[in-house]
């Protein structure tokens, strides 16, 4: 394989892997590893939602996750193109809500949309350096009836961590 061609698919392994990640640390809220998605200083944009840094949208969204029972992020589509130290990269998410009403009532918040992300390798790492969030749809409805208890946890109790630490992976 050309080096050139083998060096863009790193990259574009290397930042799926980071996009997982960012998915993965939002579900877990697990601050260090949303925090590492980002460099330092890197603009989030979502739009009339937030407008800061990535480090601070991380905390943003966990505290206001805290008060949900659970969410899942996933992640689909995704595009990314590669320059040297450089890439961009447009990613289509849903992520799903679970919260209780003040009735006791369940309800679901579904959002759908796209991450819009530029990426730099500063000391051989890919993190995001400028991130627009673009809204396209999203919907609440009641949940009549769930069937199964929520078995995942939103911390590094959650049995992934585990899992991955088994190889010695930090998870």
């Not at 689909?76 to 289509?92: L, Q």
């Not at 799903?96 to 009735?103: M, V, Y």
Request: with cysteine.
């Amino acid at each position: 394989m050309h080096d050139e061609a083998l060096e863009q698919l790193l990259a574009k392994q290397a930042i799926t892997e980071r996009l997982h990640d960012y998915a993965r640390a939002m579900d877990r809220m697990d601050d260090e590893l949303g925090y590492s998605v980002f460099h330092a200083g890197a603009v989030a944009d979502y739009g009339t939602m937030y407008q800061g840094t990535g480090h601070g949208f991380i905390a943003f969204v966990h505290a206001a996750h805290a008060q949900l029972l659970a969410h899942t992020h996933q992640l689909g589509s995704m595009s990314i193109a590669v320059d040297g130290e450089r890439a961009v990269s447009e990613t289509y998410v849903t992520a799903t809500l679970r919260g209780r009403a003040p009735d006791g009532s369940l309800f679901d918040i579904r959002s759908c949309g796209r991450y819009l992300d530029r990426w730099e390798r500063r000391a051989g790492r890919w993190a995001i350096s400028a991130r627009q969030y673009v809204h396209e749809i999203d919907d609440c409805h009641p949940v009549h009836r769930a069937q199964f208890a929520i078995a995942g946890r939103r911390d590094r109790s959650d049995p992934s961590y585990a899992l991955f630490e088994s190889l010695g992976n930090r998870a």
